[in-house]
């Protein structure tokens, strides 16, 4: 039999001579499968369970549930094998869940009800990517490390959203592991709230790096390419990217807390995703609901999370792309809409990447290197950000009470978005609960345990 060549292979996934794809030896087919019957099997367990604040020793609590395929007094019989299913945190991932109102019948029906679509793309790494009919929920396969360090940013995690409820950081709404035969894959569930029926005219992924930063031509000659920190750059040499005042200071103040958070855990390498819609270069004016499946596949490699902002619903009518952030280009004649989110916050700063940064620096400029420590990447993020990426523009509001600015006013929902809203979040969370988390974090991470602190008003003596 051919060995699989390099463009057969890459990470654990394999194709073969028949076009049949599987990751660790194990046909991604079948374990889709699995995946929908184990997930089935952690939310349905779920129900029979009453809601309670939350404990720190939630966010460590793992569930393991064996499914033979003989089936078992708790478990339907199948045809995939032998293999058990792990559940990492299912009250703290259930309370996640509510918070970005997804209600249990709803996380069903998208994850496991209908076969989940799986992307031809694969990852840099040779990850599997599965994402839901509907377009809702993107399942993907994770290495250990990044399992293993999402476990313990979980406390943090969620402190981050009690007190910072704009946040851009991913959406994360289960972690689990499947195994069978001695191997593990661990899979992580995210939302994709990229709009389908809106095409994207410009997508870069930022780092605020200029060292190879720039979009390879086979990059290029995709359909929706994803361009990089120098490609931006080159396309708004002056203006950037123009906001109402309001939304710009929201937004930069939603930044730079996200940026401690990540600081504060010693991660780094992430990227700002932003995606533009020009409503004028869509036919007729308006955003068509035909975007390829093409298009759609390329952007999923890096899911869109959209930052969510209110406006004046009479002043675009007909050609709001919903979960987009109103703005005009900087002749002041175009409607022009914003999608933005922080993606890949999984990479610590460890042994590796200090060498990497260090071999790199010493043939390279090392300002201008993606990899850094952690506390340099936060500030160089942050001020490429403020320097290059957003400007204040003119208030482009018409009503005054801030409804169409993405200010400090209650963030919308819509049907199939996740939007967070400004009010206090925490059905469930008490303030004796919100106190034994914050003590835990200062002990294990002071910088970000005393920005919280000051954020609820606990002011270090």
């Known amino acids: 039999m051919q060995q699989p060549t390099e463009k057969q292979k890459l990470g654990h996934r ?21 995946i929908q019957l184990g997930i089935a ?37 199948h045809s995939f094998g032998d293999f058990r299913f792990k559940t990492y945190a299912p009250i703290a991932f259930r309370y996640f869940r509510e918070l970005f109102n997804i209600k249990p019948v709803d996380f069903l029906r998208s994850t496991c009800t209908e076969p989940l679509r799986e ?14 009919q509907d377009d809702q929920f993107i399942i993907k396969t994770v290495q250990h490390k990044e399992a293993e360090f999402l476990q313990k940013l979980l406390p943090g995690y969620y402190m981050n959203l009690q007190q910072n409820p704009k946040t851009l950081l991913p959406k994360f709404f289960g972690l689990f592991c499947y195994q069978s035969l001695g191997k593990n894959i661990r899979l992580l569930v995210m939302n994709n709230l990229l709009p389908q029926n809106v095409t994207m005219h410009e997508k870069y992924d930022l780092k605020g790096s200029t060292y190879k930063r720039l979009a390879s031509k086979s990059e290029r000659a995709k359909v929706s390419p994803t361009l990089k920190d120098l490609d931006f750059i080159e396309n708004h040499p002056n203006e950037g990217l123009s906001m109402d005042p309001v939304s710009y200071d929201s937004l930069i103040r939603t930044i730079s807390r996200d940026c401690l958070v990540l600081e504060s855990f010693k991660i780094m390498d992430y990227s700002l995703l932003v995606g533009i819609h020009n409503v004028e270069l869509t036919s007729g004016g308006r955003s068509q609901p035909d975007t390829t499946r093409r298009e759609s596949e390329e952007a999923m490699e890096h899911p869109l999370q959209s930052k969510f902002s209110v406006w004046d619903q009479s002043e675009f009518e007909g050609s709001v792309p919903l979960g987009g952030v109103p703005a005009r280009n900087s002749n002041g004649d175009s409607d022009i809409f914003y999608f933005y989110s922080i993606i890949d916050i999984l990479q610590n700063y460890r042994l590796l990447k200090k060498m990497e940064h260090t071999w790199k620096a ?42 169409c600015c993405g200010g400090e006013g209650t963030l919308v929902s819509f049907p199939g978005s996740n939007a967070l809203t400004t009010t206090p979040c925490g059905s469930f969370v008490s303030p004796i609960s919100q106190l034994v988390l914050l003590i835990t974090l200062i002990s294990n991470h002071p910088s970000m345990g005393l920005i919280w602190g000051a954020q609820i008003g606990i002011e270090p003596s």
């Open 362 to 403: 010493i043939l390279h400029d090392g300002d201008s290197i993606s990899v850094h420590n952690p506390n340099f990447y936060a500030q160089r993020f942050l001020s490429f950000m403020t320097e290059h990426v957003f400007k204040k523009g003119p208030d482009i509001c018409k009503t005054p009470d801030r409804r």
């Open 14 to 34: 394999r194709i073969d001579e028949q076009g049949e794809v599987s990751y660790k030896k194990v046909p991604t087919n079948a374990l889709m499968s699995a």
């Open 119 to 132: 992307l031809s793309n694969a990852g840099a790494s040779g990850s599997i990517f599965y994402v839901s």
């Open 41 to 77: 099997n952690s939310i349905g367990s779920l129900a029979s369970r009453p809601d309670r604040d939350l404990l720190l020793q939630d966010f460590e609590k793992i569930e393991n549930v064996a499914f033979p395929a003989a089936g078992s007094a708790t478990t339907p019989s």
